[in-house]
């Protein structure tokens, strides 16, 4: 969806690199997430956003950071990475305000060597 | 706790065959229920969701999906297949006992329409 933008698209890079995934939205919404993907197990949530001041860890938060710098920007960085933190990671944004349903990025293919 | 199942990881029809992937859910309050599909090389794509009022719920492409709260069941159909519609579907809920707005989902089912 071109109202969620992911950079970069894919990415490969070295166990113990530090790697930030950017998020961008036009669509004017409060509320942003990152998901990763992962064959088999569908969606799992790694960290959410309800305003720029309000930040939440989800289900596998663990070696994951995220910085919310405006309502549009929501960026995830991976402190060390590691192989198994390959995946396909996905934005998504949503306004219950204007109906409950979410609005995803294209998505950022990384992967770690 | 909150959860969904799509028992199947594949579902095999034949162009012009109705088509239905399976759902199950299990929550605490209400729930609201969304279908998602994705084709390949893309993100997510809203289909349908079902909120309050009629069971049956209509979405994009022709598909409709119908929500059975006695069987705690959101499956999705379509009356006639397209090969075009061969793509893997998720299906997520929320529950609003928590009202967090965060979406559970299903582990995807991936749905294959030969011509």
């Known amino acids: 969806d071109a109202d969620v933008t992911q950079t970069p698209r894919n990415r490969i890079t070295k166990t113990g690199k530090r790697i930030m995934l950017e998020c961008s939205q036009t669509?004017?919404?409060?509320?942003m997430y990152w998901y990763r993907q992962d064959p088999g197990l569908g969606l799992r949530l790694i960290y959410y956003?309800?305003?720029?001041?309000?930040?939440n860890k989800g289900e596998i938060s663990d070696g994951y950071s995220v910085s919310r710098q405006a309502q549009a920007k929501f960026s995830l960085s991976l402190e060390s990475a590691i192989p198994n933190q390959t995946a396909l990671y996905f934005c998504?944004?949503?306004?219950?305000?204007?109906?409950?349903?979410?609005?995803f990025g294209p998505g950022t293919r990384l992967t770690v060597t | 706790a909150q959860s969904v199942a799509q028992p199947e990881d594949q579902v095999n029809v034949a162009e012009g065959n109705p088509l239905t992937v399976k759902c199950t859910y299990s929550?605490?309050?209400?729930?609201?229920l969304f279908w998602y599909v994705q084709y390949p090389n893309r993100g997510l794509q809203f289909l349908l969701k079902?909120?309050?009022?009629?069971?049956l719920v209509k979405g994009s492409y022709g598909f409709e999906a119908e929500f059975n709260k006695s069987q705690t069941s959101f499956h999705l159909k379509k009356p006639s297949a397209l090969v075009s519609d061969s793509a893997l579907y998720f299906c997520?809920?929320?529950?609003?006992?928590?009202?967090?707005?965060?979406?559970?989902f299903g582990t995807g089912t991936r749905l294959q329409v030969f011509p």
């Open positions: 997520a809920v929320r529950d609003l006992l928590y009202n967090t707005d965060k979406l559970i």
């Open positions: 956003s309800f305003d720029v001041k309000d930040i």
């Open positions: 079902y909120i309050t009022g009629d069971n």
């Open positions: 669509k004017g919404h409060d509320r």
């Open positions: 929550v605490s309050g209400n729930p609201y």
């Open positions: 998504a944004t949503s306004d219950p305000g204007t109906g409950e349903e979410q609005y």
